[in-house]
């Protein structure tokens, strides 16, 4: 049976208030405004609904919707504990020395909520930009690692190039989330892509997108899946995500050996 949300509700959910559900939501490319975006509504995470006294608000599919909006919770979390040490630190009465101990990290495995049978990070690395690309995905369950690279590209086209590769080889009927610390990919994956193909592949401008070969095939590849395919915003801290930005580091290396 799905379970409908409201704002407030998932926000009870991830430990945070509505109002920061909604930018998360909008961080994600679910929300624009006050509305759901297009791709949201067509992937039926969103349903549009109206209270009795007439006033719209948007209810949200919360199997789907939480595993995106978990990491990026953590992250806000993170950071707010972050300034409001900084801030304590800054007051002369109560004044600490620094510990100099890194901020622990979660690891993702366990994530409450999942409905996928398959998570996984991917990152690109490119340095100089463009030039040596690696790009790598580690599985969530398994932290198997896979990794490839370009002699030239850039991270953008590393990210689009690992994400192929991550389609071609994960089960087609498999319930596929990629997680990853780049909002251009999970932007583009989840909005701006699907936006251009309806406008004949075309940007606001009329310009048709960089990558453009890329773009299509990654459409065709998530359409000619039985399974979902969802991407998701983690934080660049995540204990997965720095694995796989790791391994796309020395694969990147690897291409100028």
Not at 174 to 189: C, F, G, K, M
Request: charged share 25%; hydrophobic share 40%.
């Amino acid at each position: 049976m799905e379970t409908w949300a409201t704002q407030d509700e998932l926000g009870k959910q991830l430990g945070i208030d509505a109002q920061a559900v909604g930018q998360l939501l909008v961080v994600a490319g679910l929300k624009a405004g006050r509305e759901a975006t297009d791709d949201a509504l067509d992937r039926g995470l969103a349903e549009p609904d109206m209270t009795p006294l007439g006033r719209p608000f948007v209810r949200w599919r919360s199997e789907e919707v939480l595993p995106l909006l978990m990491p990026l919770a953590e992250q806000m979390k993170a950071a707010a504990a972050t300034e409001s040490k900084a801030g304590a630190r800054r007051k002369p009465a109560g004044k600490q020395p620094a510990t100099g101990q890194p901020a622990s990290r979660k690891s993702v495995r366990g994530v409450a909520g999942t409905t996928f049978d398959v998570v996984v990070a991917l990152h690109a690395f490119a340095e100089p930009n463009p030039g040596p690309t690696g790009w790598a995905y580690v599985n969530q369950e398994t932290w198997e690692t896979t990794t490839g690279g370009l002699p030239n590209g850039t991270d953008r086209e590393g990210e689009l190039v690992g994400a192929l590769e991550l389609l071609d080889h994960v089960a087609p009927e498999a319930h596929l989330l990629v997680r990853s610390s780049s909002e251009n990919l999970v932007r583009t994956a989840t909005m701006w892509a699907p936006s251009w193909r309806r406008s004949g592949w075309k940007m606001r401008d009329g310009q048709p997108p960089q990558h453009l070969d890329l773009l299509k095939a990654l459409m065709a590849k998530i359409d000619g899946r039985k399974g979902r395919t969802r991407f998701g915003l983690g934080a660049p801290d995540d204990e997965l995500i720095m694995a796989a930005a790791q391994a796309a580091v020395v694969a990147a290396r690897g291409q100028t050996a």
